[in-house]
């Protein structure tokens, strides 16, 4: 098999975070993404022009080569006005977390009613609702489900507004995407489309793998893997999400996967697997700018078939697959 030459990939849902670490992090998306989403669930969150203007010029110095779309965290109350000041700030989305869904997200919102000032100011602004759509109510494997309801009736309510679904995990999410309007978009991850419930717990424990929302079964990743294939409006976020080492391998491992380093040669097994390989340009370094809006990066990579053992650590993480042998590498041309 002859190695790939794609354009220069994005990243439409990365986790950078604040403190120690956020460098590495940020150095490490740069490496072979053109353009990135930091995520606002950062400490303190991203919620006001200065804490964001000051977050960008930060991920710029560590990165200067890295175009950003940046994003805020939506609060219960938020006003309109506060969006705008922040769309002015060069912020074009907005973070719905559903309150205790996932890591730094007990702040977060209990329902769309408390945020109706905020969502339509995205919407006469222009940006783009992000969704983390679990309903931690819920089950565990159950979340993603129980929360489409809510999407339905969100879609509904602001006929304008343009959404994504992060970090689909099951195939009735992605069928719910797939039959969705133009206007609906959402995101994969590299791992959702690697793993199942079985790397994660079918043997021994790994917490490395664990993320929000769950890794599901086969059937589901699979579905997963079809959506990829199939609709222009499905594109990847890696949602790489490092935890330091110690608080992953303790008693109470909090959620997040450490992506960014091996989401690619991952994506590249997955749509060789696929038989697809020729539509991995399209999922990684084309829908997502469409959908937001923007042109493609300019930058090249070239996947090739090197094999290459993942790392214990990187940046004081572990990274997913740490130990494994992957049958492609990645390169900057
Ligand atoms: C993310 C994190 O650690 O910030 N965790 C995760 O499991 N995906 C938050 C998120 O995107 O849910
Ligand atoms: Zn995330």
Do not use: Q
């Given at each position: 098999m002859r190695d790939l030459l794609l354009r220069a990939p994005d990243d439409f849902h990365v986790h950078f975070r604040s403190g120690p670490g956020m460098g590495e992090y940020v150095r490490r998306t740069s490496a072979f993404f053109d353009r990135a989403l930091p995520m606002p669930n950062t400490l303190p969150p991203l919620a006001d022009p200065e804490t964001l203007a000051a977050y960008a010029e930060k991920v710029r110095a560590a990165a200067p080569g890295l175009d950003l779309v940046l994003s805020i965290k939506l609060f219960p109350g938020m006003s309109a006005d506060t969006v705008r000041a922040c769309a002015r700030a060069g912020a074009r989305v907005g973070k719905y977390y559903p309150a205790g869904a996932t890591t730094h997200s007990r702040d977060g919102i209990p329902t769309p009613r408390e945020i109706r000032d905020a969502l339509e100011a995205l919407e006469e602004t222009g940006m783009v609702l992000s969704v983390h759509g679990e309903d931690p109510e819920a089950p565990?494997?159950?979340?993603?489900r129980a929360f489409l309801p809510v999407l339905r009736g969100l879609l509904a309510d602001h006929p304008r507004l343009r959404v994504v679904l992060e970090h689909l995990s099951t195939r009735e999410a992605a069928e719910f995407v797939l039959a969705g309007p133009d206007r609906l978009?959402?995101?994969?991850?590299?791992?959702h489309l690697s793993f199942t419930t079985d790397d994660l717990a079918g043997g021994a424990l790994r917490p490395h793998l664990f993320c929000k929302?769950?890794?599901q079964d086969r059937t589901h990743r699979d579905a997963l893997r079809k959506a990829?294939?199939?609709?222009?409006?499905v594109f990847f976020g890696s949602d790489s999400a490092p935890h330091p080492r110690g608080l992953k391998e303790s008693g109470e491992a909090p959620a997040g996967v450490y992506a960014a380093p091996v989401a690619l040669p991952l994506l590249a097994a997955v749509f060789e697997e696929e038989e697809a390989l020729d539509r991995l340009e399209a999922f990684v370094s084309f829908r997502g700018a469409r959908f937001y809006g923007l042109p493609p990066n300019r930058g090249r990579i070239r996947l090739t078939r090197e094999p290459w053992t993942v790392p214990e650590e990187m940046d004081g993480a572990v990274p997913a697959a740490a130990g494994s042998t992957l049958a492609w590498n990645v390169e900057r041309v």
């Open positions: 565990v494997l159950e979340r993603e978009g959402a995101t994969v991850t590299a791992h929302p769950v890794l990829v294939l199939s609709c222009d409006r």
